[in-house]
């Protein structure tokens, strides 16, 4: 059974930093591009960023460029989505969700359950 739980969510003020994380298992997570989604209460659904197999490649949606860095730990099964300058409208259910490429921009047919992100002063 893949299974995905994202943690690291939270409270944090505008302009602050928040390391998000997500633990995959039942599936040989270094075969997969691995993928953040968010939903938020303004814009809805969005996809955030994408990681290839080993890294090697990242994409990014272009309001989060230069702001957010999309990471992997093959040797733990973990992905990582660093966010630092948070504005209110970062605010969202952030998702970890299991690409069906290698490389990335395939289908996203397996997400965990989110976690919280809250910007607010």
């Known amino acids: 059974e893949v299974q995905l739980v994202e943690s690291g969510g939270g409270l944090v003020q505008p302009g602050g930093s928040l390391r998000l994380s997500c633990a995959a298992s039942?599936?040989?997570?270094?075969?997969?591009?691995m993928n953040w989604v968010r939903q938020g209460p303004v814009k809805g659904l969005e996809w955030v960023s994408g990681?290839?197999?080993?890294?090697?490649?990242?994409y990014y949606a272009e309001s989060m460029k230069g702001r957010f860095t999309i990471s992997r730990d093959n040797a733990k099964n973990t992905l990582y989505l660093q966010m630092n300058s948070l504005k209110s409208e970062d605010s969202a259910v952030y998702y970890c969700?299991?690409?069906?490429?290698?490389?990335?921009?395939?289908?996203?047919?397996?997400w965990g359950k989110g976690t919280l992100v809250t910007v607010s002063s």
């Open positions: 990681i290839s197999w080993n890294g090697g490649r990242t």
């Open positions: 969700a299991k690409d069906d490429a290698a490389v990335g921009r395939g289908g996203m047919n397996y």
């Open positions: 039942g599936f040989t997570f270094d075969d997969y591009a």
